[in-house]
Structure formats: structure tokens, C-alpha cells
């Protein structure tokens, strides 16, 4: 960044927030409670959490636009390279309704993408994501694979219900001391990519959740919801070898071409 960039943007927030404790009137409490919590913050190893929660949607609105969204604060490179049949990584036991997602990756003209590369990550049906919360073993719920000769593919994995925000540090105190929810909907993380195309960072998401219009992280797009469909009959899941109910469901990536 230039020296002048750096002025101009750096300059324009400061400008901003002193224009805010003006007009707010804040107090010398206040302003000591506020450098006391923002210290807490990295303290806490939550800039990350912060910053993405509250900032990144504008970044991503301006860099990526329609199709894409925030990435968040847990991706984690070096996730496995799965096999196909393509299942995330996952418990025995694994909690929540599995789900069975297909789709295309194509080229914003339309083009179907082989070849292509989903990296993909959720968090568990407590909300935990693996290689960041302690519970999960590690890459849990997280892998690599790629697209087939036509474009398409299909993953295994469960339907992550509606997530909250790690409690018991900074973020859950100041959300709790504003009244906010702390709630996003349930949410599939992926970095789609393919050679000679921009990557794309986004979030696949399901109709009927209760977050969906108040995804504390404001990252909800239209384009970005999935429509479940239930398979509960014996045939059913005898066909596809689930032992319970499963829902499938289906997205099309476009990624731009790179330059
Ligand atoms: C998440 O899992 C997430 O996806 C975002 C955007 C912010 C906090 C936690
Ligand atoms: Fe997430």
C-alpha cells in the first residue's frame, strides 16, 4: 500500500470514529473500558472472529460480488484430498441429518469447469469447527476434491444446523452488552478454484433457517440458499446405502475467468 493509501484510508477511519465519540458524548469510562476490551480482544485470539463478523461482508461485497461471500475465520489450509465417493471426513457417530450436495462448477459463461477444486469446511451439528474448537479431531468436516469430466460432482457430508459464534470471550460479551443474537444460519464453507479462473470464497446455506435474515456475520446472499429435499422411504435410502433419512440438495458454482 502507498503512503498516500494508507493516509487516505487509515485517516478517513480515524476521522470517523472520533466523529462517532463526539457525537455520542463518550465518557473517559467508557473510552478506558474500550481500550481495556479491544486489548482483550487480541488477548483472546479473537481479532479474527471480530473483524470477519463485522467488516469482512463489505470487503467481500466489493471484491467478489453476486455468488461469492466472507470466508470467515476458521478455513484451514491443507485440508485432506478426498476420494471419491467424495465424504467429508467425519465421526462414526457423527451428529445431525446427513446430506448429500451435488452441483456444477462452471465458467461464468457456462461453460462446465473439470477439474475444477472445491476445498470445503463446516462446522459440526455443535457448532465446533475441527483444527479451531477442541472437540472435533482434527480436519474434521473438512476436504478437498474435485470436479468430473463434466463439471459435477457429489459430496457426502451433514446438514450443520444454525451456529452460534464461540461464547465465553470478548465477542460474546460485547454482542451480550449491545442485546445482540449471536446466531448465523447453518452454514457449508467452500473455496472453489480452477486453473485460469479467479477463485471463488463462499457459503451455501438453507432455506427455512431462522438466521437467515439475521446472520449476525451479514453474509446471507438469495443466490446462496439451498433448497433441501427429504429422502425417508426404505427404498431410498437403501439405493444410496444410508442406514437413516438423508436429504440431498444441488449448486452451481460460476467462477470469472482470471485476469
Ligand atoms: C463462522 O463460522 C463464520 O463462518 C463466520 C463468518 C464468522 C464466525 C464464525
Ligand atoms: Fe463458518
Redesign the pocket.
Known amino acids: 500500500m502507498t503512503t498516500e493509501r494508507v493516509a487516505t484510508v487509515v485517516g478517513d477511519l480515524v476521522n470517523r470514529i472520533n466523529d462517532a465519540i463526539a457525537k455520542h458524548e463518550v465518557t473517559y469510562d467508557e473510552y478506558r473500558a474500550a481500550v481495556n476490551y479491544l486489548i482483550r480482544v487480541g488477548e483472546a485470539g479473537e481479532w479474527p472472529?471480530f473483524t470477519?463478523?463485522f467488516f469482512?461482508h463489505t470487503v467481500e461485497q466489493l471484491n467478489q460480488g453476486e455468488g461469492g461471500t466472507?470466508m470467515?475465520?476458521?478455513y484451514v489450509p491443507d485440508a485432506p484430498w478426498l476420494e471419491r465417493p467424495y465424504v467429508l471426513p467425519m465421526r462414526e457417530d457423527e451428529k445431525g441429518d446427513p446430506l448429500i450436495l451435488s452441483g456444477t462448477v462452471r465458467s461464468t459463461s457456462g461453460d462446465p469447469i473439470p477439474g475444477a477444486v472445491l476445498d470445503m469446511w463446516q462446522?459440526d451439528a455443535d457448532t465446533n469447527?475441527s483444527n479451531i474448537q477442541q472437540e472435533p479431531p482434527p480436519f474434521n468436516l473438512r476436504g478437498k476434491m474435485t470436479t468430473d469430466e463434466n463439471g459435477e460432482f457429489e459430496v457426502r457430508t451433514i446438514v450443520p444446523p444454525y451456529?452460534h459464534?464461540p461464547r465465553g470471550g470478548p465477542m460474546e460479551e460485547l454482542l451480550k452488552a449491545a442485546g445482540w443474537h449471536d446466531f448465523?444460519p447453518g452454514?457449508l464453507?467452500f473455496i472453489v478454484s480452477a486453473d485460469g479462473y479467479t477463485p471463488l470464497t463462499t457459503?451455501l446455506y438453507f432455506e427455512g433457517d431462522r438466521y437467515l435474515d439475521s446472520d449476525v456475520?451479514s453474509?446471507v446472499k438469495p443466490e446462496l440458499i439451498l433448497t433441501l429435499r427429504e429422502h425417508d422411504s426404505p427404498e431410498e435410502m437403501d439405493a444410496r446405502g444410508m442406514t437413516k433419512p438423508f436429504f440431498t440438495t444441488s449448486h452451481e458454482f460460476r467462477l470469472k475467468p482470471a485476469g
Open positions: 472472529l470477519d463478523v469482512e466472507i470467515g475465520p476458521y462446522a469447527y451456529y459464534l448465523r452454514h464453507h457459503q456475520a453474509a
